[in-house]
């Protein structure tokens, strides 16, 4: 599945973004889909997942409360709210896709198969 990532831009600190992830040619269901960012220098980590099915959603702690991950069945896109944007923030962001994935691997990277293009976020204070 090809994966189309949209959304970012720039913002300043305490700014609100969201960005979009559809994919090309099939639907989501049965999907985990995972955002992760990769800040300049720093190596890929994960932001947060969100079974397509089930619904049920995962965040990295350290961002839990200002992300929000969430499904629009309709538009077949899952979408990621960013609020009360910061500095440490800025980073290219990925959205991911894997159609056979076990709890315990949410968070990492090789575990999805799929991955869109990425889109830059960079917030200035």
């Known amino acids: 599945v090809q994966l189309q990532a949209s959304g970012g831009g720039s913002a300043q600190t305490g700014d609100s973004l969201g960005l979009s992830c559809t994919p090309s040619?099939?639907?989501?269901?049965?999907?985990?889909i995972g955002w992760f960012r990769q800040p300049p220098g720093k190596e890929r980590e994960f932001v947060a997942a969100?079974?397509?099915?089930?619904?049920?959603?995962y965040y990295a702690n350290s961002l839990r409360g200002r992300f929000t991950i969430s499904r629009d069945n309709d538009k077949n896109t899952v979408s990621l709210q960013m609020n009360n944007l910061k500095p440490e923030d800025t980073a290219v962001y990925y959205c991911?896709?894997?159609?056979?994935?076990?709890?315990?691997?949410?968070?990492?990277?090789?575990?999805?198969?799929?991955w869109g293009q990425g889109t830059q976020v960079t917030v200035s204070s």
């Open positions: 991911a896709a894997s159609s056979s994935i076990i709890q315990s691997s949410i968070q990492i990277p090789r575990a999805y198969g799929y």
């Open positions: 040619g099939r639907t989501f269901s049965g999907y985990t």
């Open positions: 969100i079974k397509w099915n089930s619904r049920n959603t």
